[in-house]
């Protein structure tokens, strides 16, 4: 079974999740964004947990403009984009 990606913390994750999903291929979105778990969201900022440091630096390098688009065009918003690797 297919793991589901993790929006316990921030269920508005959701709706910018499956814009992403649509709008990347199948390898990308799994291997750089369906694990991202957000860990808060709202007008100001949306934080992020990566997986690691390698994860964080190729997430904020080749795909931070796709999730802010994606925000934007969900919510109409354009919130800081913070990525964290915590342990």
């Known amino acids: ?8 913390h921030c269920p508005h994750w ?3 999740l499956n814009l992403l999903k649509e709008n ?7 291997t750089w964004i369906k694990n991202l778990q957000c860990l808060s969201i709202d007008d100001k900022q ?4 990566a997986n690691s440091k390698y994860q964080k630096d ?3 390098k080749n795909h931070k ?3 802010e688009n994606a925000i934007q065009q ?3 918003t354009q919130p800081l ?3 964290e690797v915590v342990n």
Not at 1 to 8: F, M, R, S, V, Y
């Open 58 to 60: 190729w997430v904020k």
């Open 1 to 8: 079974k297919e793991a589901e990606p993790n929006i316990e």
């Open 24 to 30: 990347l291929t199948v390898p990308t979105f799994d």
């Open 46 to 49: 949306v934080v992020f947990k």
């Open 81 to 83: 984009l913070v990525i």
């Open 14 to 16: 959701l709706p910018v």
């Open 65 to 67: 403009a796709d999730i």
């Open 74 to 76: 969900v919510y109409r």
